[in-house]
């Protein structure tokens, strides 16, 4: 405290005056150079601006003693390679009006100056094709020479710089790991790679080549950087998003459901190209996966918005990963709508064994709506056959000619160019291979229950799992929150007898105020008794919920204070709930109409690859991946 007290004292008596310019740039320094990853991300900048197309970054101990930058861009004229490394002078913004309307990844011309200041710099570049270039050298700022020295190059940019804080020690004691540096400078060329396709960028680190991308100039070849630098996971299972209006463009990749993961470290959001972490736009995103994400879990995704420059400002932070919108609301409903979108196509993640999904292209037709809606909860008579085998085929093992017939008995009353049968076969008639009738459903057509929890279907190209519950769930809440403002929909139906559901005193309480929204929801629940309730009737389609759990839950959830506004507000939250409780239960016995019906649902159903906790709810196993499982062919 003492040296605290008498360093305050002195300052009371030091008078104001201008920094040293040396000083001056170390402090400037700071805000723009970080660690060494910030030096690669403002030299490649550099770069690209600079028209480059081949780029080669060499690393020496995580950039801590080298960080040297290739290029075959422009270059620099000799005459500018003094100016290049001051404060505030730059080629890309010569007006106001330009900076209105940033084009360029840099703009502020201070990363020459920064990084001078703080490390030994060499710059090197060349404007012709003669073979000669000029040099310039920097010790934290000092030339070391008045003019740039003639050097043999070929026509681009070359800087080396070493020794990164080696006059700032402060700084460089609170560097990280070499590992930890370099798997940041790692990052940083992975973003850049991922949206300047036109860059061959190679990376090399202690004289090993960690990364070679060379340019993506086609739609395939764009997909394969993507697939090395995301994972085969994420490039194969996510969906393809290509929005334009409102004089904005959204294009990417939005990764499934399934692949989130326990950290945002998959989230790469560009404007105009340019790498920005920006506030709307993820949380636009976070609302479009609201619903769909297993717990606490982050979505994946690879995405570019180009807008109108003079709608956004750039010039919001000297790293520049910062921007500012012209119109936030209009960008975040753009965003927001069009991912909510895509992520409702039916599509699932691909199966431990298998590789259930194509590899992403560039355009992605919607999948076909089908226009049968059988309930679950309504058995559909089969036309052909005896209640008789259902039962059987429940209890005993499934032969070949009886899953024939089963499927053809789904498909008789939806088809009506069946090819005539073959002769019979043991006693029982089968049909065509039922794959040939069944190309147009994606999910195939249901041959078995498994432990009263999966239902087993085949389609065209081999077998899906569905969980039976998940699926219904989604089924359910996805037909609750379209009927939510129609009341009939929510309309009461008396229950043959009457339901009586325990309670706790504090829910008896709650009961008595939560009658009106109740009521709202199709419940017609009174008091019965110190603890108990008595459901007297619900919608029809809660008709075989579990009031047990559902009542209790509701009454918990609801709030007496809040109006008709703030439970529409809690209306997915709230409907979830219902939908969970409402859906076909584990261990319950489907008949094959039921199976057929619930994959038809799912097939016109939005987001039906997740339940409403973010689960999947089926998996495909492709007849190659079955093959190689049991080792067919082999």
């Known amino acids: 405290m003492a040296f605290e007290a008498a360093t305050l004292a002195e300052r009371a008596y030091r008078r104001i005056q201008s920094l040293a310019p040396a000083l001056a740039n170390q402090i400037a320094a700071g805000e723009v150079i970080e660690r060494p990853a910030s030096v690669v991300k403002e030299l490649l900048e550099n770069a690209i601006d600079a028209g480059a197309t081949q780029l080669m970054v060499r690393i020496e101990q995580g950039g801590t ?21 001051l404060r505030h002078a730059t080629s890309k913004v010569h007006s106001s009006a330009e900076l209105a309307a940033i084009q360029s990844l840099g703009f502020r011309g201070e990363a020459l100056a920064s990084i001078a200041a703080v490390s030994r710099l060499t710059l090197a570049s060349s404007q012709t ?40 020690p402060a700084r460089r004691k609170f560097l990280k790991r070499i590992s930890t540096e370099y798997q940041h400078i790692e990052e940083i060329v992975r973003r850049m790679a991922l949206t300047h396709f036109d860059v061959h960028f190679s990376l090399e680190h202690n004289d090993q080549i960690k990364l070679n991308l060379p340019i993506a100039d086609s739609g395939e070849l764009r997909y394969q950087r993507v697939l090395q630098l995301l994972g085969r ?54 609302m479009a996966y609201e619903g769909i994400l297993h717990g606490h879990q982050h979505a994946a995704y690879l995405l570019f918005l180009d807008i109108d420059p003079h709608d956004i400002d750039v010039n919001v932070h000297p790293t520049k990963h910062e921007i500012r919108f012209l119109s936030q609301r209009e960008v975040h409903e753009f965003v927001r709508h069009f991912a909510k979108n895509t992520l409702s196509q039916f599509q699932t993640a691909s199966a431990d064994l298998s590789i259930a999904i194509k590899p992403v292209a560039e355009s992605h037709e919607p999948q076909p709506r089908y226009q049968e809606n059988l309930s679950l909860h309504q058995q559909s008579p089969v036309t052909t056959g005896d209640n008789s085998r259902a039962i059987h ?13 089963a499927v053809q008995q789904y498909l008789a009353p939806l088809r ?95 009961l008595q105020q939560l009658q009106d929204k109740l009521q709202r929801l199709g419940l017609d629940v009174d008091v019965y008794g110190a603890e108990q309730a008595l459901v007297r009737g619900v919608p029809a389609i809660l008709h075989k919920a579990n009031l047990d759990k559902l009542i209790p839950e509701l009454l918990n959830d609801l709030d ?61 196993f492709p007849l190659a991946q079955l093959d190689k499982l049991f080792a067919r062919g082999e």
């Open 65 to 85: 003693t080298l960080i040297e930058i290739m290029d075959n861009g422009f270059g620099i004229h000799a005459d500018d390679l003094p100016l290049a490394v």
């Open 129 to 168: 094709d003669d073979g000669i270039g000029y040099q310039l050298e920097l010790h934290g700022a000092a030339l070391q020479h008045e003019q740039p020295i003639a050097i043999a190059m070929n026509r681009g940019t070359h800087l080396r710089v070493q020794d990164l804080f080696f006059n700032v």
């Open 233 to 286: 996971q994420f490039a194969e299972n996510a969906y393809w998003l290509d929005a334009e209006a409102n004089n904005m463009h959204l294009m990417g990749w939005l990764g499934h459901p399934s692949d989130a993961r326990s950290q945002a470290d998959m989230q790469y959001i560009y404007v105009n190209g340019r790498i920005v972490k920006d506030k709307t736009i993820a949380h636009a995103l976070r």
């Open 393 to 405: 085929y429940q209890s005993s093992g499934i032969g070949a000619s009886y899953v024939a017939n």
């Open 416 to 510: 009506h160019n069946i090819e005539p049968s073959t002769p019979e076969q043991d006693g029982v008639e089968i049909q065509p291979h039922p794959a040939i009738q069944i190309d147009e459903y994606p999910l195939g057509i249901a041959i078995a229950q498994l432990h009263g929890i999966y239902v087993l279907a085949q389609n065209s190209e081999g077998l899906i799992i569905v969980d039976m519950h998940a699926a219904h769930e989604r089924i359910l809440l996805e037909q609750m929150k379209q009927a939510w403002d129609k009341p009939d929909f929510w309309q009461s139906q008396q229950l043959l007898l009457p339901k009586v559901v325990k309670l706790n005193s504090l829910q008896i309480d709650r």
């Open 560 to 620: 007496p204070n809040d109006d008709l506004r703030g439970l529409t507000q809690k209306r997915d939250e709230l409907l979830a709930g219902m939908a969970c409780h409402g859906a076909v239960r584990a261990h319950r016995q489907l008949s094959l109409s039921e199976m057929n019906a619930l994959l038809r649902q799912m097939e016109q159903t939005e987001f039906a690859s997740q339940c409403n906790h973010g689960r999947p709810t089926w998996r495909a």
